[in-house]
T-cell receptor
Framework: DTGVSQNPRHKITKRGQNVTFRCDPISEHNRLYWYRQTLGQGPEFLTYFQNEAQLEKSRLLSDRFSAERPKGSFSTLEIQRTEQGDSAMYLC????????????FGQGTRLTVV | GQQLNQSPQSMFIQEGEDVSMNCTSSSIFNTWLWYKQDPGEGPVLLIALYKAGELTSNGRLTAQFGITRKDSFLNISASIPSDVGIYFCAGLSNTGNQFYFGTGTSLTVIP
């Protein structure tokens, strides 16, 4: 499968714990996005990487959230001291270099904070 | 952030009927994308539009990039049960760094 891969698919954690999600983009896609989606809503932008550089962050990305893409390939999203309001689907998308701006999404990581 | 409004919010149609939905924005976009999302899954890209007035088809799906660049339309012809899902439009920001998503149109196809 050469699509965007996200792990884990599901995560249940206790409030206050830290969690980390991983995203492997489509090979050679240099652009990578993280989104969050709550039930009944469209995806909301969190952050954007071009290669290893984090070029844009949403105000939704509080100081408890951090994202990295150290080698310009896979990316991680960490949430520290999780809160119940962090429960959501976390989606990763990648887009190829060049003129095409099509973004392809992974299957997402469903986070439940109890 | 940008608000993209989709209508209708939900649709219940008979199998075989055609479907039309639209997406409007208060801002201009240079790229529009249409996605379909099934429960518990990530959005799947259906169609990408890059030019005002552009009409693009993908099988039974046809999408148009509005000439004002503030709207887009998606039509599905001869609907089938597997068309069930939530359809989202998305517009690419001027910086090219993020997509703004619409509120979604939920489609139910009655066999």
């Amino acid at each position: 499968d050469t699509g965007v891969s996200q792990n884990p698919r599901h995560k249940i954690t206790k409030r206050g714990q830290n969690v980390t999600f991983r995203c492997d983009p489509i090979s050679e896609h240099n652009r990578l996005y993280w989104y969050r989606q709550t039930l009944g809503q469209g995806p909301e932008f969190l952050t954007y990487f071009q290669n290893e550089a984090q070029l844009e962050k949403s105000r939704l990305l509080s100081d408890r959230f951090s994202a990295e893409r150290p080698k310009g390939s896979f990316s991680t999203l960490e949430i520290q001291r999780t809160e119940q309001g962090d429960s959501a689907m976390y989606l990763c998308a990648s887009s190829p270099r060049g003129g095409s701006t099509e973004a392809f999404f992974g299957q997402g990581t469903r986070l439940t904070v109890v | 952030g940008q608000q993209l409004n989709q209508s209708p919010q939900s649709m219940f149609i008979q199998e075989g009927e055609d479907v039309s939905m639209n997406c409007t924005s208060s801002s201009i976009f240079n790229t529009w994308l249409w996605y379909k999302q099934d429960p518990g899954e990530g959005p799947v890209l259906l169609i990408a539009l890059y030019k005002a007035g552009e009409l693009t088809s993908n099988g039974r799906l046809t999408a148009q990039f509005g000439i004002t660049r503030k709207d887009s339309f998606l039509n599905i012809s001869a609907s089938i049960p597997s068309d069930v899902g939530i359809y989202f439009c998305a517009g690419l920001s001027n910086t090219g760094n993020q997509f703004y998503f619409g509120t979604g149109t939920s489609l139910t196809v009655i066999p």
